[in-house]
T-cell receptor, first 113, second 112 residues
Framework: DVKVTQSSRYLVKRTGEKVFLECVQD?????MFWYRQDPGLGLRLIYF???????EKGDIPEGYSVSREKKERFSLILESASTNQTSMYLC????????????FGPGTRLTVL | QQQVKQSPQSLIVQKGGISIINCAYE??????FPWYQQFPGKGPALLIA?????SEKKEGRFTISFNKSAKQFSLHIMDSQPGDSATYFC???????????FGGGTRLMVKP
């Protein structure tokens, strides 16, 4: 079974802090994704990566950056957390060539005070 | 601007009833339409999917109906059970194939 793990289930940070969210997948998938989930808005894509050191902006990249130094690991970085970044963050991975079937982690509930 | 619009936002159904969730899209480049199911505390998981060359796909109690001319598709859950209570997301993939666009989600509650 594909397993996608996220470093924290719950996280509380203060405004202005730098925040790292880590995601690891064990299926050697090329594609990895970061989403945020908000009620009524569904899942919105922040960034995705189709290979090591490659990244593409999604629909809402502002205020976020990503890092993919190893194939199995994809990190989301909030350079200076703000209260409007309080959300559920979901990581996913998928095999190439398409994003048809994505495997999601359990999510990180981030609260920025 | 949501490219995939989903309704209703929430739905309450009695056990044994039919749950129906609708989605509409604008982008004619979409060529794959999956539905994801998310239980509380879990990430979404693929439930069922359809391509636009067929009008219906059935897997057990779950059926997708697809209307290409209207650019609409829907999920029907027959004989709904309390264990089906979850949030459901429709989605679409374009022919570039590298991104899923999700609808806003429907929170389904099936009452015993």
């Amino acid at each position: 079974d594909v397993k996608v793990t996220q470093s924290s289930r719950y996280l509380v940070k203060r405004t202005g802090e730098k925040v790292f969210l880590e995601c690891v997948q064990d299926m050697d998938h090329e594609n990895m994704f970061w989403y945020r989930q908000d009620p009524g808005l569904g899942l919105r894509l922040i960034y995705f990566s189709y290979d090591v050191k490659m990244k593409e902006k999604g629909d809402i990249p502002e205020g976020y950056s990503v890092s993919r130094e190893k194939k199995e690991r994809f990190s989301l970085i909030l350079e200076s957390a703000s209260t409007n970044q309080t959300s559920m963050y979901l990581c996913a991975s998928s095999p190439p060539p398409r994003a048809n079937t994505q495997y999601f982690g359990p999510g990180t509930r981030l609260t920025v005070l | 601007q949501q490219q995939v619009k989903q309704s209703p936002q929430s739905l309450i159904v009695q056990k044994g009833g039919i749950s129906i969730i609708n989605c509409a899209y604008e982008n004619t480049a979409f060529d794959y339409f999956p539905w994801y199911q998310q239980f509380p505390g879990k990430g979404p998981a693929l439930l069922i999917a359809i391509r636009p060359d067929v009008s219906e796909k059935k897997e057990g109690r779950f059926t997708i109906s697809f209307n290409k001319s209207a650019k609409q598709f829907s999920l029907h859950i027959m004989d709904s059970q309390p264990g089906d209570s979850a949030t459901y997301f429709c989605a679409a993939v374009g022919n570039a194939g590298n991104m899923l666009t999700f609808g806003g989600g429907t929170r389904l509650m099936v009452k015993p």
